[in-house]
């Protein structure tokens, strides 16, 4: 699975702002797709993840400082998955990155960067103050 992520770039606080993660390849296999961000000098953090395809068709998780904020949302007929940030903040600052879980997961397990299998290169988000 190939994973191109885009629509990042420099805002203002209070903006919105929507990536998009085009996938590509095997991705029947896909059972989640996520979106982690990681900003400058810090880990990678879980964002939001929305499952892709099987029973569990509009399953939903959400880091909690993200919920109300932010929205995952997917086309499986584009093969690509949105996230839609609104009322950005200068903390919201980081690289995005979306990735792609061949398995089922969980609630808290589906946070856990480790599990996910396929990584796209990342979009720069800069929110200024």
């Known amino acids: 699975v190939q994973l191109q992520a885009s629509g990042g770039g420099l805002v203002q606080a209070g903006d919105s702002l929507t990536l998009s993660c085009a996938a590509s390849?095997?991705?029947?296999?896909?059972?989640?797709m996520g979106w982690f961000r990681q900003p400058p000098g810090k880990e990678r953090d879980f964002v939001a993840a929305?499952?892709?395809?099987?029973?569990?068709?509009?399953?939903?998780y959400y880091a909690d400082s993200m919920k109300g904020r932010f929205a995952i949302s997917k086309d499986n007929g584009k093969n690509t998955v949105y996230l839609q940030m609104n009322s950005l903040k200068p903390e919201d600052t980081a690289v995005y990155y979306c990735?792609?879980?061949?398995?089922?997961?969980?609630?808290?397990?589906?946070?856990?960067?480790?599990?996910?299998?396929?990584w796209g290169q990342g979009t720069l988000v800069t929110v200024s103050s």
């Open positions: 990735a792609a879980l061949q398995k089922w997961c969980l609630g808290y397990g589906c946070h856990n960067s480790a599990v996910y299998h396929y």
């Open positions: 390849g095997r991705t029947s296999s896909t059972k989640y």
């Open positions: 929305i499952a892709w395809s099987g029973a569990v068709s509009t399953g939903t």
